[in-house]
């Protein structure tokens, strides 16, 4: 395992394409977990000569951030059942 340095981790932030290894150590998900997700075409990524995967910094964030991954709140899901009561919906 590489070991990324403080120099490196701010030069990650900066970035609008990671490589694997950046995507890990930007997220703190494991490498086999982001093959993973390329693999079964999860996520957006850009292949260079069929061998370095990269990734757009935004993909990553909208990936993590998606609405599929939130986990509401009790106050949101009672508030989200009264309405519903409410609409009859």
């Given at each position: 395992m590489k070991i990324i340095n403080k120099?490196?981790?701010?030069?990650?932030?900066e970035k609008?394409?990671?490589?694997?290894?950046?995507?890990?150590?930007?997220?703190?998900?494991?490498k086999h977990f982001w093959y993973q997700m390329t693999h079964r075409k999860r996520i957006r990524?850009?292949?260079l000569n069929d061998r370095r995967c990269f990734f757009k910094k935004q993909d990553v964030l909208d990936f993590i951030f998606n609405e599929h991954n939130l986990v509401k709140?009790?106050?949101e899901i009672e508030n989200q059942a009264l309405s519903k009561i409410v609409t009859g919906g």
């Open positions: 120099n490196q981790k701010e030069v990650i932030k609008d394409f990671m490589t694997i290894p950046e995507v890990v150590e930007f997220t703190g998900l494991s990524f850009y292949k709140s009790q106050p």
